[in-house]
Structures are given as C-alpha cells and as structure tokens.
T-cell receptor
Framework: DVKVTQSSRYLVKRTGEKVFLECVQDMDHENMFWYRQDPGLGLRLIYFSYDVKMKEKGDIPEGYSVSREKKERFSLILESASTNQTSMYLC????????????FGPGTRLTVT | KQEVTQIPAALSVPEGENLVLNCSFTDSAIYNLQWFRQDPGKGLTSLLLIQSSQREQTSGRLNASLDKSSGRSTLYIAASQPGDSATYLCAVNTGNQFYFGTGTSLTVIP
C-alpha cells in the first residue's frame, strides 16, 4: 500500500510566523503535489514537483514556496503566515508517468491567528 | 482552463438504494479521471481511476463510467450503505495538473 504521511494533523500559528508543512511518501513516486482545500472552492493546486529539486507553480503559489531535496520528501513553506492561509493542506503523490494514480496524505488543518 | 462540475452538491438516500453521482468537465483533452471519497476532516481516498481510453471501471459495488467526448463521468453505487456516507470528488488529469470538482456530499439514511 502507498503511504503518504504529513507531519501534523492540526497546526496553530500566529500571523507573520514562518510555517513548514512536511510530506513524506514511501513509494518512490516522482511526482508530488501540494493542495489547499477550502469550502466552496474545492482543491486548488499550490505547487507540484516532478523530480528532486524540480518544482512548478500551480494555480495559487503566492505566499508559498516549496522544497524537494530528497525524492520522498516534499515541503511546503509559508514564508510569513497570514490569516487567509487558514485552510486544510493536502499532499499527494502520483504513481509513475502522466497516466498514474494520485494518492493523498491525511491532511493538515492549519489555523493562522 | 479546465472546469469540473459535480451535481448535485448534496444527496440523501435511504439505505439499499442504487445511486448515481455526476461529474462533468469542459475540456476533453484528459489523460484520466479519478474518483475519490473524503470523510470529514480527512484526506482523499482513491476509489477508481479511468484512463482516457477506457469506458468504465468497477470495484465491488462501485462502477465508474467515462464519456470523454461529452465531458462526463458517472459513479454508480449499488445497494448503498450508511458507511458510504461521505463526500465524493472527481478529478481530471490533464498531465501536470489535476482539476477537482467541489464534490457531492452523500448521506445514506439507515
């Protein structure tokens, strides 16, 4: 079974803090994704990575950055957290190739106060 | 840009009924379509993946169909159970991007 883990299920941070969300997968998948999910808006892609040290912006990259130093780990960084970044953050991987299946982690519910 | 729509937004049925969830998308240039289930406060669980060259996929009581030319997919759930209560999302894969619908919230009443 594919396993995608995220470092925290719940996180509370203050405005202006730097926040790190970690995602680890155990299936040697090349593609990894970060989404945020908000009521009424669905899932929106923040960034994705198709290989180590490679990244591409998704639909809503503003205020975020990512890091992928090792194949199994994909980190999402909020440089200076703001209240409008309060959301559910979901990490996903895709099995080999463009035709692969997506697998999701359990999500991190981030609240910025 | 690809747009994905799921109708209805919410559905309530008595236990034992068969039901159909709908997903439509605007651009037929897709690699595949995936159906997910999401329980409250949790991540997404993959249910079925249909490649663009396929017409349908089955897993247990679930059957998903794909009509790429008309931009539609359906998820059929047979003999619904209370444990099927969840939000169901579809996602279309255009290569480097996945586009999601906002989901159908299903409640199965015992």
């Amino acid at each position: 079974d594919v396993k995608v883990t995220q470092s925290s299920r719940y996180l509370v941070k203050r405005t202006g803090e730097k926040v790190f969300l970690e995602c680890v997968q155990d299936m040697d998948h090349e593609n990894m994704f970060w989404y945020r999910q908000d009521p009424g808006l669905g899932l929106r892609l923040i960034y994705f990575s198709y290989d180590v040290k490679m990244k591409e912006k998704g639909d809503i990259p503003e205020g975020y950055s990512v890091s992928r130093e090792k194949k199994e780990r994909f980190s999402l960084i909020l440089e200076s957290a703001s209240t409008n970044q309060t959301s559910m953050y979901l990490c996903a991987t895709r099995s080999q190739g463009l035709f692969g299946e997506q697998y999701f982690g359990p999500g991190t519910r981030l609240t910025v106060t | 840009k690809q747009e994905v729509t799921q109708i209805p937004a919410a559905l309530s049925v008595p236990e034992g009924e068969n039901l159909v969830l709908n997903c439509s998308f605007t651009d037929s240039a897709i690699y595949n379509l995936q159906w997910f289930r999401q329980d409250p406060g949790k991540g997404l669980t993959s249910l079925l993946l249909i490649q663009s060259s396929q017409r349908e996929q089955t897993s247990g009581r679930l059957n998903a169909s794909l009509d790429k030319s008309s931009g539609r997919s359906t998820l059929y759930i047979a003999a619904s159970q209370p444990g099927d209560s969840a939000t169901y999302l579809c996602a279309v894969n255009t290569g480097n991007q996945f586009y999601f619908g906002t989901g159908t919230s299903l409640t199965v009443i015992p």
